[in-house]
């Protein structure tokens, strides 16, 4: 199993960036992908899991602004950010489930 993030980078508040996690090694289609992050000396957390191909669930903080898609073709799934806050600048991780897998991360940052 391999997950690789890509796409992070520095961006200004209000901007926006898409995230994506290439996937390989197990049966994309079949299986949920979540996006977490981890924030500096915090906890890491869920952004949002791609339940399957239409539905998509968010935490609170990112509804509305953050959106999850998926190319199930190309074992890749996104993470599109607008309206970005200082209080978004983390590492962000992709996750596989059952059995759970962690990218290495992209580290996320929002400053002016």
């Known amino acids: 199993v391999q997950l690789v993030e890509s796409g992070g980078g520095l961006v200004q508040p209000g901007g926006s960036l898409r995230l994506s996690c290439a996937a390989s090694g197990f049966t994309f289609s079949r299986n949920p992908m979540g996006w977490y992050r981890q924030a500096p000396g915090k906890e890491r957390e869920w952004v949002g899991i791609s339940h399957s191909y239409d539905y998509t669930t968010y935490a609170d903080s990112v509804k509305g602004r953050f959106i999850i898609s998926r190319d199930n073709a190309k074992s890749t799934v996104y993470l599109q950010m607008n309206s970005l806050r200082p209080e978004d600048t983390a590492v962000y991780y992709c996750?596989?489930?059952?059995?759970?897998?962690w990218g290495q991360g992209t580290l996320v940052t929002v400053s002016s």
């Open positions: 996750k596989k489930f059952n059995p759970d897998f």
